[in-house]
């Protein structure tokens, strides 16, 4: 199994501010994804981590808004840029095992912008 | 892109009664298929899961289906008792193939009723 640390776990934002959410991984793992969670709602995947490139970014996400790095095999960092109310949500850092396809979370970091 | 629906979105139980959640998927490509469960406040984690050779398998008192030709999954709880209380989240992916990515349904909020 994976452990993955995330952090912040929450914060409180000014509208129009960036914040940068950094997720570590105790093992390594091949695959990095970052998904949002809104309140009472399903998780909704914004982009895949690829180590040394560029994120993949799925329907609705861009680069400019949610800028991604993967350094190395178990460290990634998404960051909201930018941020409205309308960011406000949590976002889960997770990591698949690879001999399982298990995927692992991190406990989510919950983003307020007033 | 793939696309899951869930149902239903809300299930209520008396303990000791069984729970049924359902799930179709859309792509021929998924061969995984996973369940999580998300407790209030924390982060989801990974149940049972069932792959694409396999019709049916069973973990005590929580068992997956899965009918590949009509792209229908379910997930059987039986005897529930008040800690089943959760969301759950039906995914498929086409692991260990592709892109490996992680599709999540719309969420069931299970309430097992003491």
């Known amino acids: 199994s994976a452990v993955i640390s995330q952090k912040p776990s929450r914060d409180i934002c000014q509208r129009g501010t960036s914040l940068t959410i950094q997720c570590q991984v105790d093992s390594q793992v091949t695959m990095m994804f970052w998904y949002r969670q809104q309140p009472g709602q399903s998780l909704t995947l914004i982009a895949t981590a690829n180590q040394g490139s560029e994120a993949t970014y799925e329907s609705g996400f861009v680069i400019d808004k949610f800028p991604i790095s993967r350094p190395n095999l178990t460290f990634s960092t998404l960051t909201v840029s930018n941020m409205s109310p309308e960011d406000s949500s949590i976002y889960l850092c997770s990591a698949l095992a690879a001999n399982t396809g298990e995927l692992f979370f991190g406990e989510g970091s919950r983003l307020t912008v007033l | 892109g793939e696309n899951v629906e869930q149902h239903p979105s809300t299930l209520s139980v008396q303990e000791g009664d069984s729970a049924v959640i359902k799930c179709t998927y859309s792509d021929s490509a998924s061969n995984y298929f996973p369940w999580y469960k998300q407790e209030l406040g924390k982060r989801p984690q990974l149940i049972i899961d069932i792959r694409s050779n396999v019709g049916e398998k069973k973990d005590q008192r929580i068992a997956v289906t899965l009918n590949k030709t009509a792209k229908h999954f379910s997930l059987h709880i039986t005897e529930t008792q008040p800690e089943d209380s959760a969301v759950y989240f039906c995914?498929?992916?086409?692991?260990?193939?592709?892109?490996?990515?992680?599709?999540f349904g719309t969420g069931t909020k299970l309430q097992v009723i003491p």
């Open positions: 995914a498929a992916s086409d692991y260990p193939g592709g892109y490996q990515k992680v599709t």
